[in-house]
């Protein structure tokens, strides 16, 4: 059993040296600003991993990523500061909730392909946007819900409880939520189910021919996908404290997007590195903050030219021609 667990490290050593450093993270980062920064870098990490499951791996580009997310979030603050009910019994519902959604949703708008799925689920994005700012008694409109109450204390024997209240223990919370996110997603995409996804987005037609339920298996995907958008929406909700109709804004969706095609569709170390890289690049270039949507423009267009599979896809591309070079040289 050790020596089985030494030849894993010793062949995922990247793995375990980012795992180390994560949890170092609140030792080297000092100021709390820049804790709450890479906190956040958690959070819409786990938005990105999940919009890159119906995207990457199944190839259907959903562009209501951000409303889903907004779902979640609406619903933690709504059941939490409206209702009374416990962080950790609204979290689980709120996720469910946008899974449910996403079911009625997907339903139709699965029946289409391409670009008419892409519109539809645009469309989608924009009418929860809209619902959020004119339902008042529900959203509070354009103002927003304020004073969304922090995630409850875990109550541990012996110890007490584990409270989130400080930023160090929020940053382990989301690290904890990001970890599971991965773990779920790599069994997911490494199974039988995962190569149904990949199936279906390499040729539909043929996977169809092969006796894949294609239908069934995108529905499933795009389930999936927005079950973990709606828990990062939650989670967003009670780590910020309040929340507006911008949640739901097209811009949120824009950026879980650009995180997964800078990082790398299809990969999960690719999300994670778009969601960490380009928010703390932006935090650098304040100074052009007024140029920002130029900057992402530019970063698209150098990755679609040089990286058309992202950063991670590049190196994995690299990787692989080092090793065939490599292997030619041998013989």
């Avoid at 382990?172 to 996804?197: I, P």
């Avoid at 990082?263 to 100074?287: N, R, S």
Wanted: charge should be positive.
């Amino acid at each position: 059993m050790i020596r089985r667990a030494f030849t894993w490290i010793r062949e995922n050593r990247l793995i375990v040296a980012v795992g180390v450093v994560s949890l170092l993270v609140p030792a080297i980062v000092q100021s709390d600003y820049y804790m709450q920064v890479v906190t956040m870098c958690c959070l819409f990490a786990i938005g990105a991993l999940s919009l890159n499951l119906i995207l990457g791996y199944t190839g259907q580009a959903s562009l209501a990523h951000g409303g889903f997310f907004a779902i979640g979030a609406y619903c933690v603050a709504i059941l939490t500061h409206t209702a009374g009910w416990n962080f950790w019994a609204a979290l689980p519902t709120a996720a469910a909730l946008a899974a449910a959604v996403g079911l009625v949703v997907g339903l139709p708008a699965l029946r289409t392909r391409g670009a008419y799925f892409a519109i539809a689920t645009l469309c989608l994005g924009e009418i929860i946007h809209i619902v959020a700012g004119n339902w008042v008694a529900l959203t509070g409109g354009h103002n927003g819900i304020v004073g969304v109450p922090a995630p409850s204390p875990i109550p541990v024997p012996l110890i007490g409880s584990i409270a989130f209240e400080s930023d160090v223990a929020r940053y382990y919370l989301v690290l904890g939520f990001l970890a599971a996110t991965l773990l779920v997603l790599h069994r997911l995409v490494k199974s039988v189910l995962g190569l149904t996804f990949m199936a279906v987005r390499n040729n539909e037609e043929l996977a169809e021919a092969l006796g894949i339920n294609t239908f069934r298996t995108k529905l499933l995907s795009f389930v999936v996908a927005n079950f973990l958008a709606g828990m990062a929406g939650g989670l967003y909700a009670a780590l910020i404290g309040s929340i507006s109709p911008a949640v739901a804004s097209i811009m949120v969706t824009f950026n879980f997007l650009l995180y997964v095609l800078l990082g790398g569709i299809a990969t999960l170390a690719g999300p994670v590195t778009g969601a960490f890289g380009v928010p703390i690049l932006m935090e650098y270039l304040q100074v052009l903050q007024h140029f920002q949507m130029i900057l992402y423009g530019v970063l698209l267009i150098v990755v679609i030219v040089y990286f058309p599979l992202g950063l991670m896809g590049g190196i994995r591309k690299l990787r692989e021609k080092y090793n065939r070079s490599k292997a030619a040289s041998a013989q």
